[in-house]
């Protein structure tokens, strides 16, 4: 519907840049305060990785959409308590969000996603 819309999608690029920005941000924060992170950053840095997914979605934007939802799914098991933010869960959140920003800007259908080391790093946290 929208994925050929050249306004849309460079709204959603800036608007993307700027969520990137805050999630980088927020996974730092969450790594400093890794023994007891506060429920409202997990909650804001979680909201990041929804909207990016959900407005992925809606663009056809399956790359961004996958690699969102991986780190949803990490941040969303921080949330919860059943995973702990070691260094190791931080650093592949960090990783995640530098995919995000390479698949963002990599002229469309050059990135290759499913081999991608840090996609595979995310899952496995939650698998």
Avoid: Y
Wanted: glycine content about 6%.
């Amino acid at each position: 519907m929208f994925e050929n819309d050249p306004e849309v999608l460079q709204s959603f690029a800036e608007e993307s840049s700027q969520r990137l920005l805050d999630l980088e941000r927020g996974v730092l924060s969450i790594e400093r305060e890794a023994a007891d992170p506060q429920p409202d950053l997990l909650n804001a840095v979680f909201r990041d990785a929804h909207s990016m997914k959900a407005g992925a979605n809606l663009l056809g934007l399956k790359q961004v959409e996958r690699a969102a939802h991986a780190l949803e799914n990490v941040l969303d098991q921080l949330r919860s308590g059943r995973l702990a933010a070691t260094s190791t869960v931080c650093q592949a959140l960090l990783d995640g969000v530098d995919l995000l920003r390479e698949i963002l800007t990599a002229p469309a259908g050059e990135f290759r996603l499913e081999s991608d080391t840090r996609l595979t790093a995310l899952l496995g946290l939650t698998a």
